[in-house]
T-cell receptor
Framework: DSGVTQTPKHLITATGQRVTLRCSPR?????VYWYQQSLDQGLQFLIQ???????AKGNILERFSAQQFPDLHSELNLSSLELGDSALYFC?????????????FGPGTRLLVL | AQSVTQPDIHITVSEGASLELRCNYS??????LFWYVQSPGQGLQLLLK??????LVQGIKGFEAEFKRSQSSFNLRKPSVHWSDAAEYFC????????????FGTGTSLTVIP
């Protein structure tokens, strides 16, 4: 158990809908990361937050957005969902979010878009 | 740009045999390198990491990896594989600079034959 929690564990929804994925980092970690794991794209970095501020951005679609709240939990919002958004979404956390820090991963949220 | 290549999509070994999983990276500076393992339905667990110093690093579960700058490689090894090692293994390179995003390889799936 890494100490990173993600809810929900599974999510089934329809195309065009909007969903919110939630992540709580390890106690003491200030930085959170979101990754998407799909069969065709592999593990792709989406976005990183540090203490509420966006720190780095990867291949995140404009339909997706994220934020980190004052209590340090983070939410990833996915809107206008398409079939291709079906994937496993991981949250990770680290202490300060600096280069080379180890990231600790949550169990993931499996999203199925029908 | 940073990238990671794991040439072997799938490897099958007998229990008790030795194991080597290959990882090649592309990165301009001294990289931060990681190996993670993902069991079915689970998140990613850190096996080991390389930042600097000794090029042979020891990890959990009896794994080790060797950093070879001249070959841009960071291969994972284990002298004697156990059935419980069956899983997906991911090599990652961490970015330096403002963010700490990881770039993952496509993974190597390990099957262990009793």
């Amino acid at each position: 158990d890494s100490g990173v929690t993600q809810t929900p564990k599974h999510l089934i929804t329809a195309t065009g809908q909007r969903v919110t994925l939630r992540c709580s980092p390890r106690s003491g970690d200030l930085s959170v990361y979101w990754y998407q794991q799909s069969l065709d794209q592999g593990l792709q970095f989406l976005i990183q937050y540090y203490n509420g501020e966006e720190r780095a951005k990867g291949n995140i679609l404009e339909r997706f957005s994220a934020q980190q709240f004052p209590d340090l939990h983070s939410e990833l919002n996915l809107s206008s969902l398409e079939l291709g958004d079906s994937a496993l979404y991981f949250c990770a956390s680290s202490v300060y979010g600096g280069g080379g820090e180890t990231q600790y991963f949550g169990p993931g949220t499996r999203l199925l878009v029908l | 740009a940073q990238s990671v290549t794991q040439p072997d999509i799938h490897i099958t070994v007998s229990e008790g045999a030795s194991l080597e999983l290959r990882c090649n990276y592309s990165y301009g500076a001294t990289p931060y390198l990681f190996w993670y393992v993902q069991s079915p339905g689970q998140g990613l667990q850190l096996l080991l990491k390389y930042f600097s110093g000794d090029t042979l690093v020891q990890g959990i579960k009896g794994f080790e990896a060797e950093f070879k700058r001249s070959q841009s490689s960071f291969n994972l090894r284990k002298p004697s594989v156990h059935w419980s090692d069956a899983a997906e293994y991911f090599c990652a390179v961490g970015a330096s600079g403002t963010g700490n995003q990881f770039y993952f390889g496509t993974g190597t799936s390990l099957t262990v034959i009793p």
